[in-house]
């Protein structure tokens, strides 16, 4: 499991020296290793039914930094790879020769799956600081790469909302080493009690809040949209589908994990971030079914859609919410992936991006329409793809434990994405002119995101082994 | 109004604060014992060095990909290339840094050895190689880096490479980053050596990259 970690770290580094826009085919080649050490991992993991570390260094914590798979570990480590290999060979064919914005694409890339991969792995909070600063600056970096004004503007934006995240989670880190003298999440969790000081409080509400303020929940995602509207194709995808998520696998390890006596003591607390992920369900669709760009229309999509992983924060005391949000994380970065990755194609074919100009583009790029309309299944929630299922998980939670405006809130947020998915494929149906010239657009940026939408569909099917496997929790 | 609204908010968490670490704070793991019981095998002789390298050296492993990171973000944000004229400047500053230069590079050398046992290392010994680049800069004497050559490239990353190899390497130990304790300390000195180059090729680079000479807009 740490090749999981070495060789992006390898493969950006080599890339980088190799020169500017050169180095996909390593990229490709080591991220396909990756897929298959994180299946193999998955599978190890599943059949053991325990959790799998190692001790770096050999000494073990509290002195050294320990690293930690379990289930749930490996499930997000599962989707980073399998989302970033067909965004590899999408990204290859995306960016032209001599193309400014894709000079330095592959370094910054592998520096940002290693920063996921490590993150995902790491069992020590300082260390998970490090990889949350690797992780940052490379999304920075991606967004900001060879851009123009306004995308720099974005990217700056987006630099100063990870910054003053990543600050406010080390200075819970600090205060936590300060009240109990580790940073080890094993050696933390059996100190922490409900009897804790006021200090501790105060460590996790920073951490708490930083962590949202990097996964973009209401009312902190007003970096979001221009960053990931912004940004090319290839990067919005990437970013959308697994940068916002780490933060998010993160607040859960640590709801979940050393901060569980605190929300047990204070059980009202799991509805503040219940109540912002409703917030952002609704304030995001309705910012998507009004956008005038496709890519901005995507991007609010994105916000509404982090809101469902915030329902199930109440829920977590029952059976079934860990893996409904866990579901939800693979069904959205999956359809999400393919969405962006078909806009690019969409935008590249049209030459434009407003939603008004899509018209007549079924004629054009019909492969890439069907694309749109599976991941926005998913999105919707129909059955019987992931995006199904993780609703179903989330009402089904929420009606055993007798929580039913939870249940409104989904079916009510499907019906908004069911308006906005609608909205752009109605104008691609429009017949249009065929005066324009179309703009050949190659099928190593079609078939990608198609893999991709068909993923997010077919795993509602495939379902029951990523539960069984999310739920072997450390 | 907004900035007193800003600064009562700050009083108040500062108060905050300070109230809560006034309060008495529960039995704590004391990790200075375990650092002194495990100098022995660590390497080195100096236990900032020791942890730095040693115990949680996988933190600054991926620390210095961050600032190889930064100066990739550098890059790739692009910055117009600026017209690479020499300032003119005064000859006696220019002399001065071409008597300074060896002399910073023996001090960072210095630096370098002596963090085995007392405050110093790569960091220390990287950053005042950095200074002698700024220096040589400041005083017309090495123009400002536009696109890096791909020598400049491997050296820029070599450092980071020499320590991901030795990390991997050790695999072999049994975890990554298990020294021997027998090879522990030549190992440590050439990770150090090989950061101490590339890091001060990094902080110079993140200098001399963004650097524009005088009446430039752009």
Redo the contacts between chains.
Sequence with gaps: M?WLI?LP??WA?LA??L??GRGKWLAIGGLALQTVLAFDLATKIGAGGTAVG??????GA????DLAADGLSAAMLLLTQCIALPLAVYASAYYKRDD?AG??FW??AG?LI?GLN?LFLSADL??IY??L??LG??A???V???GGAQQ?AA?LRYLFATLVGSALYLLGVALIY?????VSIS?LTP?VTSE????V??AGGLMLIGLMLKTALWPFHFWLPPAHGGAPAPVSALLSALVVKASFYLILRLWIGPFAPLIAAAEWLAWLPAALGTLAIFWGSWQAIRAERLKMLIAYSTVAQLGYLFLIFPLLAGAGAIQAGVMQVFAHGLAKAAIFAAAGVLIKATGQDTIAGLAGAVNRVPLTLFTFGLAGMTLMGLPPSSGFLAKWQIIEAALAQGHWPLAVIVLAGGLLAAVYVFRVLRQAFLLAPRNEEATAVSPLLEWPAFVLAAASILLGLRGVELMQLVGIVA | MKRFVMGLGALAFAA??I???L?????????RA??TN?MASSGVEHPVTAVLL??????TL??I??L???L??I????IDTASDQPRTVNPILQTLARVAAPLVIVVAVYLLWAGAFRPGGAFQAGAVLAAAAVLLHLTGLLPSWQ?PT?TL??G??AG??IF?AV??GL?S???????PPAQAGMLILLIEAGLTISLGLILAGLFLLLSREPGDDA
């Design positions: 740490i070495v770290l390898v580094s980088f020296i020169g500017p190692h001790l770096v260094g050999g000494w509290p002195l050294g930094i400014a000079s330095y370094p910054l520096f290693a490590a300082f260390n490090v990889t600063e690797l600056l490379a920075v970096g991606l900001a790469a060879g720099v990217a300060g009240a109990y003298g580790t050696v100190l804790a000081p006021r200090l409080w105060i | 905050l604060l109230g809560a670490l309060e008495p704070l529960p039995v704590s793991v004391d990790l375990a650092v495990n040693n115990f949680r050296g996988y933190d991926l620390e990909a961050v190889l990171l930064a990739i973000v890059l790739a944000v692009g696109v791909r490239r491997w820029l990353t980071f490479l991901l990390a991997a695999l130990q049994g975890a990554l980053l298990h020294y």
